[in-house]
């Protein structure tokens, strides 16, 4: 069983820059692939950014070259450094890790005024 626990949302201005975390506890941590998705009021939850174990990263297209994924096995966490914020960045943003299943952690808020 892996539990996954975010912290780092927050309130900020447009032009920005917040770093999500995601721990995650249980085994095989190192494993399977790690994301980053996000739900915005109204809309359906969409991927922000993956990486896999073995490092290759994937991302949106509204966020490449403002948003940078990485992992570090050896702390069982994810990070999601976010610059460049807009509004429509806005949303409650949740950790994934899927191996043979999808596993999501509680979700963190994001709001970026205007």
């Known amino acids: 069983q892996v539990q996954l626990v975010e912290s780092g949302g927050g309130l900020v201005q447009a032009g920005g820059s917040l770093r999500l975390s995601c721990a995650a506890s249980g085994s095989a941590f190192d494993i399977g692939t790690m994301g980053w998705y996000r739900q915005a009021p109204g809309k359906q939850r969409e991927l922000v950014a993956g990486i896999t174990s073995g490092g290759s990263t994937n991302y949106a297209n509204s966020v490449k070259g403002r948003f940078t994924i990485s992992r570090d096995n050896a702390k069982n966490t994810v990070y999601l450094q976010m610059s460049s914020l807009t509004p429509e960045d806005t949303a409650v943003y949740y950790c994934?890790?899927?191996?043979?299943?999808?596993?999501w952690g509680q979700g963190t808020q994001v709001t970026v005024s205007s």
């Open positions: 994934n890790y899927r191996y043979r299943r999808d596993y």
